[in-house]
């Protein structure tokens, strides 16, 4: 059997040879470091509430976001955010019981959002039906982030949701056919730890076909059932950005932003892996992309989005 070595080089000379020997290294809107602030916030539709409460984060993902529950209050918030200087906006929210947001009632300030600045807007869809999608579309939305389960136990017992996997397929399939660029997220170990439907969801994923794929790892956040569960071994995590990478060797790999801190050895695997973006970058990932002699490009923006020039490094 090949080493973890072996396939992180795989990996990342297939990376190289496809993307070259590059790297993003992003700050989202909600971190700071040191005196610099990402500069693409998340903006909550529903504000705290969120009917799923699912095990993994009962809510509490939902407190750090800007607040905009009305149509004319995201307008209002988006116009402020453009003045004081950012890139664009992650608008997400919490979802009703079935798993979906309220889209219908804001696809007119998305739009109207799109009209009057030059923010790049992603949206954390949920579960979407045909209309959903295309009313997302024509609103000028320029991506979907969408949370790939591939077990049906997962979607139950974390989620509190029935048939969410055809109900997910059929939310890509809806995206897609609108012409949505959708950037694909898997979590890995979201079921109490375990790696359950991580390779069912990369199988979906290679359906679709994206120019991105975002990889995380549970956080055990306090205050949810799942906060003394122990995340999956940063090995692992390694393991599925290898096979993706293998799947899918002209898709773009990032390790994003949610996943546990102080993960460096997740990190420094990633690096070694090829990734071709990571969220909130350790030292240690730092050191091991000079190590591997990578150019390195520094955003201010979600990993999901490449927005102008690359910043400074902070």
Known sequence: MRTLE???AQARELSFAHHGKRIGFHLPGMFTVGATRGRYPAVSITGDACALTCDHCRGKLLLPMIKAMTPQSLVEKCLALEADGHLGVLVSGGCGPDGDLPWEAFLPALAAVKATTRLTVSVHSGFVDRETA????AAGVDQALVDVIGSDDTYRAVYHVDGGLARLEASLAALTGAG?????HIVCGLHYGELRGEARALDIVAEIDPDLVVILSLMNLPGTPMARVAPPPAEAVAELLIAARLRLPRAQMSLGCARPRGGERLETLA???GVNRLALPSDAARQRAAELGLA???RRT???VRHGPTENPW
């Open 6 to 8: 072996t396939r992180l």
């Open 134 to 137: 295309r009313g997302l579309k």
């Open 180 to 184: 949505l660029p959708v950037i694909p």
């Open 271 to 273: 690096v070694a892996a």
């Open 296 to 298: 390195v490009d520094y």
């Open 302 to 304: 979600c990993c999901s």
